[in-house]
C-alpha cells in the first residue's frame, strides 16, 4: 500500500510541476529548466544576478511552496483513501 501511496503523490507533484510550469511560461517567468541554462552558460553567480526580482520570487518561493504544498495534500489524499 505504500508503494501506491508514493505513485499517487508522485503523479500529483508531477501535474503540480507541469502546471506551474505552463503558469510561468504564461506569466514570462524562468523556470528551472531556463535558469539552470543560464547557470551552465553563465556561471552560478552571474545567472542569480541576471534573475528579474518576479524570477526569484517564482522560483525560490512560489514553485517550492507549491510543490510542497501539493506533496502534502497528496499525502493527505493517500491517508484518507486508506482508510
Not at 501511496?5 to 523556470?31: C, K, P, Q, S
Not at 552571474?46 to 497528496?74: E, K, N, T
Amino acid at each position: 500500500m505504500l508503494i501506491l501511496r508514493m505513485f499517487l503523490v508522485g503523479w500529483i507533484v508531477l501535474a503540480g510541476a507541469i502546471l506551474l510550469n505552463l503558469l510561468a511560461g504564461a506569466l514570462h517567468l524562468a523556470t528551472w529548466y531556463t535558469f539552470l541554462q543560464s547557470v551552465s552558460a553563465q556561471g552560478l553567480t552571474s545567472a542569480l544576478r541576471a534573475l528579474r526580482w518576479q524570477d526569484a520570487v517564482f522560483l525560490f518561493l512560489v514553485y517550492p511552496l507549491g510543490l510542497g504544498g501539493l506533496a502534502w495534500a497528496g499525502g493527505w489524499l493517500a491517508r484518507q483513501m486508506a482508510g
